[in-house]
């Protein structure tokens, strides 16, 4: 695609982006999910807008922008495996779930597994320039009524005591911050028995010469220890005092040397 082709109403060119004007009429869906009891009370929408209040200085269109054409260029393999191994592991077929895409961007992995459940699904993200692109892809797809965008930051979720069924990202934990917070967080949103799944890198289910592309794009190399990022999981997991969970390491040692990367597993004590 050209970076100057216009597309869901966005121009993708770095000069010409939309205004932050845009995102205003987008501020009901924003700060009032779809979803009745979704959040937990005033408290969540001044945390909303008080996040937004920065987001134009601290959290750019141009930053919006590349992870946008990263998703549907090198990237676009990437989560439609992802969707069915999610799908698969967690036993999401046919439930009428409520689920969470923390750090969820252009929400290209939502509208993947809005092919595959029924149910909800939210895009958190610390980023509101996302949000005008995803629901409009949302809308596209036809699954406008199926999703909510939301400002919030990772440690910070604007939700009630457990909420969600499934909660779920890829690739943003690393900017968390203090991810014992946030992953207490996801804990506390989760639903007695709800799972969630967070990581970076690929699904098992990806080809190898799909992986092996995508990380060509990348340079071929990791800029992160997977081993340490593992046992840091692990460690976390601990401090939690978390007993149900599993770090995944898909495709370890493939003759290919393609690294997937790390996940972890968990589920919420009933």
């Known amino acids: 695609m050209n970076r100057q082709e216009d597309f869901a109403g966005w121009t993708v060119g770095m000069k010409k982006t939309f205004p932050f004007s845009g995102i205003c009429r987008f501020w009901p869906m924003l700060l009032v999910l779809t979803l009745p009891g979704g959040c937990c009370g005033p408290d969540v929408h001044r945390l909303s807008v008080d996040r937004s209040k920065t987001a134009e200085s601290e959290y750019t269109r141009e930053d919006a922008l590349r992870m946008i054409r990263a998703s549907e260029g090198r990237l676009s393999p990437v989560y439609g495996p992802l969707a069915e191994q999610l799908v698969k592991d967690l036993e999401l077929e046919r439930r009428a779930i409520i689920g969470i895409d923390i750090g969820s961007g252009p929400g290209t992995l939502i509208l993947e597994l809005c092919k595959r459940t029924e149910g909800h699904w939210i895009n958190t993200d610390i980023n509101p320039y996302f949000f005008p692109y995803f629901l409009q892809q949302a809308e596209k797809h036809g699954f406008d009524g199926r999703v909510s965008a939301i400002v919030a930051d990772a440690k910070a979720l604007p939700f009630r005591d457990n909420y969600a069924d499934v909660i779920v990202s890829r ?100």
């Open 171 to 270: 690739g943003s934990f690393w900017l968390w911050g203090d991810k014992l917070e946030a992953f207490g967080e996801i804990r506390r949103v989760l639903k007695p028995g709800g799972v969630a799944y967070i990581g970076r890198g690929f699904s098992e289910n990806l080809p190898i010469d799909v992986a092996k592309n995508v990380r060509g794009g990348q340079g071929g190399t990791l800029e992160y220890d997977v081993t340490k990022t593992a046992q840091e999981l692990r460690d976390i997991m601990t401090r939690l005092k978390i007993k149900d969970y599993r770090i995944i390491r898909p495709r370890l040692n493939n003759k290919e040397g393609v690294d997937y990367g790390v996940w972890v597993q968990f589920h919420k004590q009933k």
